[in-house]
């Protein structure tokens, strides 16, 4: 039935390690096809088998994070973006991804196109993206790169997502030496879609029309996936064109026209191009569907005149998408494609093979089983060793009484110090430039909170939605690290007012064929499913981001960016985390403890860089969130602020900034380092600010609860005092809060 | 010596310039629909010092490759001729 | 009074001044495509924000020449409310319904966050309610905001009362430091010598929500809409 596939060009060994192919791995396609793969399929395979696309290194892995929860719509890996159900007849697709390499390489077209990619995934599932959130990581500040890389960066998000129109509302931004080389961009989009309406990344229907539409297809970006599954090295800046240029108004075209197509009834599946274009959207998508699929690739509307069969097919160039069409739609569909004029082209056809054969000027140049390149099927999955990393002997050895504690006088310059440090300081620097206000449904521009709150037009909900990962704690203990990483962002929801929903994450690591990074890996995954089962809320999918480090000797911060959502329902306020009005009482829930592990205090006052993870117990941190969530729900509190980074002081400062109040409290026990009270970072800790007249109530329901908790002081008008001592007036710390990035990055 | 240069900075033909692109297809809204393939770029005017037009050459050529244009994305020509 | 907002390819704070007209204060509400060839008996005409066309070129410049702008540009002439805001703005600029020019913010970067402005006169459709000098809470979000004209346009400005707003701070101060882009004497919003033209940077828009916590910009929209009542 099928011709005899091209084979002009057939492919060798040197090529597959060309291509970022193992010898064994070349072996495995031979025993696939039967024969010796040509050029075309053989770059093919080194695409579908890159990392990227198949998880080779780290499905195993993945599989044990609980996948199934109450809300859940589709289960990990199902869909392009994990999707739950919030009630109204509406569900809410999120996800976390990252745009690392290409930032590296070209940090403005690598970043924005990251957005583009991610906001694709979620309407591609029928969903109209609603908000966006960011997680990037750089060097030192003070190096010149590091400026440029971080302009370049923010400038990226900001006029991608600006001009597409969603606004970002939350997200993170951390400065270490360790990602000097190599920055993390890690992107989320969240979106709405009618339960019944959304569209799955399938292609079924013998006979239906496959159609390819948005922007042309160029020679931008060819090899680009496996570009983002090797290692970058002085010589990668020659492998070019390695970068994509996207084009956001574009993609809100796109976007417009999606949400008319799916309006019609006529989308059988649809998937988004990104890494490895052509080829992952027509092989993923038959094989989902245990079909086949005839490609023309000269039917592909081209840029450039000149394109190979393989560049076509690798073509990582933006803002095109793939969908299956109904019999009988296609008139239809192509009048919104010129309502709207996009590019657009019937390139091939679904079939009953299970093969996806590409043509180029009706020459069959790859004849392939679709199942044999995705993952789940014949895509190769990898056991990897690990052993336990040699520098946790030298954080092992880190004592305590080995660091001076400070007295209250000192406390005030070091307070001032972390006040400026980059990863504590105020970040509207970046985020100034981001439009956080289009859409007008955010609901913490005035009203601020510890995660982006966002209102549901047509209904009585919002949806919380954060992105955390500290990882300093995660390099000091992967398995605690992981669950703190988890904890933190559900503490987040809950100190907005939100009930944790479910997780998407986007796991940066280094190389996973060093040993010592694959434990880390294996650990991180370990603690975030500890947490993820005990605040039920399950991993809905993300992606994975290996080789981020220069050279085998010196990977990133292990960083697994856990993004979540959770729900207010019932048109409940958010809680906010400002102090409100002098004479409120403060209290902390959890404990204050002897601990400044890890702390950003050490690590800037000491230099100490190696230290275990801060104190962290699960079931505590459980408590102190349920607790908390009951305070917020019986209206008992004014603030809830959950202490991180620079702990207790600077929790205190950020909430006391908001309307210039300021704060008295007092340290009671005598035992505590004034060090680990003010500035240690130990986990689990929610600071609260209340009305006198509800004191009684929240003290009798924190001791119901069994949960520690002390009372730490009153707000006041403006001063700042800690046992007496006092530490001048907020407005001496806002200033250099609000202006230390600013003045570093102008 | 004092000469001037003229420099041109255009985005690599293999890559998409999403402006270019959206001028294009504005063009048959203003009536001009024989207009196509728009492209657009960058041009520079700067004095250079040097001994020689070599040297000038030379000059701009570094200030193109290390700061005016960025060679992942764009590509650079340009004239340079005396200061009258 | 029927509203028709206006989306070219690449607005997208379209759905924001539609739900702002008919959600929050019950406007019959239309949206217009740029392809459209008829203003649909629309009393007002909105042009939102956002980047139409990209905002490639110069902001607004290609979407000047859309088939619908060539109505709403007529319809303006014969005394029609057109009301823009941001890329509006920059649109009716480049469309020389509103003298002047919209150019790259001062510092050279998008900006997006709250500022305030107030109003410098009460003879406009969109002040007639505000009492001059209180400072409204209005948020920007843009990357080409810095107004700019020349003297003898400036002067025409104030000779005719069309400076409507001009950025301040949380007093009603007009001051450098209260100037997020470089704007010409804080000019925030201006309209056409015949009061019919109206166009600004800020968003209002974006507060009249009281979901989203401040509802500053209800007051421009009363005053617009008691101006329909009264007619």
């Known amino acids: 039935m099928t011709k005899q596939v091209s084979s002009k060009q057939l492919a060798t060994v040197e090529q597959a390690q060309q291509l970022g192919l193992r010898p064994e791995e070349f072996d495995k396609i031979k025993e696939i096809l039967g024969r010796t793969p040509n050029f075309t399929e053989l770059s093919v395979y080194s695409v579908m088998w890159s990392e990227h696309c198949s998880y080779k290194n780290s499905i195993v892995w993945l599989k044990t994070l609980p996948r199934e929860g109450k809300n859940m719509l589709a289960k990990a890996g199902e869909e392009n973006a994990g999707l739950i159900d919030i009630g109204d007849g509406l569900a809410c697709a999120f996800k976390i991804e990252s745009h690392n390499h290409p930032s590296a390489l070209e940090p403005y077209q690598g970043a924005a196109t990251g957005v583009g990619g991610i906001n694709r995934d979620i309407f591609s599932m029928g969903a109209r993206p609603i908000a966006q959130l960011n997680s990037l990581r750089f060097g030192d500040i003070k190096n010149e790169r590091t400026k440029w890389l971080v302009r370049g960066v923010v400038k990226g998000i900001g006029n991608y997502g600006n001009a597409f129109g969603i606004p970002t509302v939350g997200g993170e931004v951390y400065f270490d030496d360790c990602y000097q080389i190599n920055p993390l961009v890690n992107a989320m989009s969240v979106g709405i879609a009618k339960v019944g309406k959304t569209v799955s990344a399938i292609a079924e229907g013998i006979g239906n029309a496959v159609y390819i539409y948005g922007s042309s297809t160029g020679k931008d970006g060819i090899h680009g996936a496996a570009f983002a599954s090797k290692d970058i090295t002085e010589d990668s800046a020659k492998d070019l064109p390695s970068v994509q240029v996207g084009d956001p108004f574009w993609e809100k075209l796109i976007l417009e026209a999606t949400m008319e197509l799916i309006e019609t009834g006529g989308v059988v599946g649809m998937q988004d191009m990104g890494a490895a274009g052509i080829t992952c959207s027509t092989s993923e998508m038959s094989a989902k569907s245990g079909t086949g699929m005839k490609v023309w690739l000269d039917k592909v509307p081209m840029r450039q005149a000149d394109m190979k069969d393989w560049e076509i097919l690798l073509s990582e160039s933006q803002e095109r998408m793939l969908v299956i069409v109904k019999k009988g739609f296609e008139k239809q569909f192509e009048q919104i494609f010129q309502k709207w004029d996009l590019t657009y082209a019937q390139i091939g056809e679904v079939t009953d093979t299970g093969r996806v054969q590409y043509y180029m000027n009706n020459e069959l140049v790859a004849n392939i089983p679709g199942e044999s390149l995705v993952l789940g099927g014949g895509a190769p999955v990898y056991h990897r060793e690990y052993t336990e990393p040699k520098y946790f002997a030298e954080i092992a050895q880190f004592n305590i009484n080995q660091i001076k504690d400070c007295d209250l006088i000192s406390a005030i310059a070091i307070a001032k110090r972390l006040a400026a440090h980059p990863n504590i300081a105020s970040k509207r620097w970046v985020y100034n430039q981001y439009d956080s206000m289009v859409g007008t449904i955010n609901q913490t521009t005035n009203a601020p909170s510890d995660a982006g709150v966002v209102k549901v037009k047509g209904t009585d909900k919002s949806i919380a939605m954060t992105t955390d990962c500290n990882s300093r704690y995660v390099h000091a203990n992967p398995f605690v690290g992981g669950m703190i990483a988890v904890s933190e962002a559900a503490r987040n929801l809950v100190c907005s007012g939100a009930e944790p929903a479910a997780v998407t994450n986007c796991l940066n690591f280094g190389n996973p064929y060093n040993t010592e990074v694959y434990y880390q890996f294996v650990h991180a995954i370990k603690g975030m499913g500890e947490a993820c089962k005990k605040f039920d809320t399950p991993v809905t999918g993300g992606n994975v981001s290996f080789y981020n480090q220069s050279s085998d000797n010196d990977a990133v911060f292990p960083t697994p960016t856990i993004g979540m959502v959770g729900l207010i329902r019932g048109g409940k306020k958010h809680m906010t985390l400002d102090f409100k009005e002098a004479g409120d009482v403060i209290y902390l829930i959890g404990s204050s403890r002897n601990d400044i592990a890890s702390s950003q205090y050490l690590v800037a006052e000491h230099g100490v860089n190696l230290s275990p993870a801060p104190y962290f117990n699960l079931d505590e941190e459980y408590q102190v969130q349920q607790v908390t969530a009951k305070l917020i729900e019986k209206n008992l509190l004014c603030s809830a602020h959950d202490c991180s980074e620079g702990g207790l002081f600077i929790n205190l400062l950020e909430s006391a900034m908001v309307r210039n109040l300021g704060f008295d409290i007092h340290k009671t026990n005598a035992n505590l380092r004034n060090d680990a009270y003010l500035f240690g970072e130990a986990q689990g800790r929610i600071v609260v600010s209340l009305n006198p007249s509800n004191a009684n109530a929240v003290e009798s329901l924190l001791s119901e609860a069994g949960v520690a908790f002390e009372k730490l002081g009153a707000i006041t008008s403006g001063e700042i005092a800690v046992n007496g001592q006092q530490f001048g007036d907020t407005t001496d710390y806002a200033g250099i809060y609000n202006t230390s990035l600013e003045n570093q990055l102008n | ?84 | 009074m029927k509203v028709g907002v206006v989306i070219f390819p690449g607005s997208n704070c379209d759905q924001d001044a539609v739900y702002a007209f008919q959600n929050q204060f019950g406007c019959e509400t239309l949206t217009l495509w740029h392809k459209d060839n008829d203003l649909q008996g629309c009393d007002l005409i909105f042009l939102p924000g956002g980047f139409s066309y990209g905002d490639y070129l110069r902001s607004g410049a290609i979407a000047r020449f859309s088939p619908i702008m060539q109505h709403v540009i007529e319809f303006a002439s014969k005394g029609g409310v057109v009301f823009g805001v941001c890329n509006g703005f920059q649109i009716l600029c480049e469309s020389h319904l509103l003298p002047g020019a919209l150019l790259h913010n001062a510092h050279q970067k998008f900006n997006c966050k709250n500022v305030f402005i107030s109003a410098q006169t009460s003879n406009s459709a969109i002040t007639s309610t505000i009492i001059p000098g209180t400072a409204l809470k209005i948020p920007i979000a843009h990357g080409e905001g810095k107004y700019y004209c020349d003297d003898p346009t400036l002067a025409s400005l104030k000779a005719n009362d069309q400076i409507l707003f001009r950025y301040c701070d949380e007093q009603g101060n007009i001051t450098d430091e209260a100037n997020p882009n470089g704007s010409l004497e804080n000019i925030a919003g201006i309209c056409n010598e015949k009061r019919n033209v109206f166009g600004m940077m800020p968003h209002p828009e974006r507060a009249v929500d009281a979901d989203l916590y401040n509802t500053d910009g209800r007051l421009l929209f009363e005053s617009l809409l008691s101006m329909a009542v009264s007619r």
């Open chain 2, 1 to 84: 010596m004092k000469f001037i240069a003229e420099i041109n900075i255009m985005p690599q033909k293999a890559l998409l310039d999403p402006q270019g692109k959206a001028v294009t297809g504005s063009m048959k809204n203003i009536g001009l629909p024989g207009i196509t393939n728009v492209r657009i770029g960058k041009h520079i005017t700067l004095e250079v010092d040097a001994a020689t037009e070599a040297d000038a050459r030379q000059h701009v050529d570094d200030a193109c490759k290390k700061l005016l244009a960025n060679l992942i994305m764009e590509t650079y020509d340009f004239t340079i001729h005396p200061s009258a």
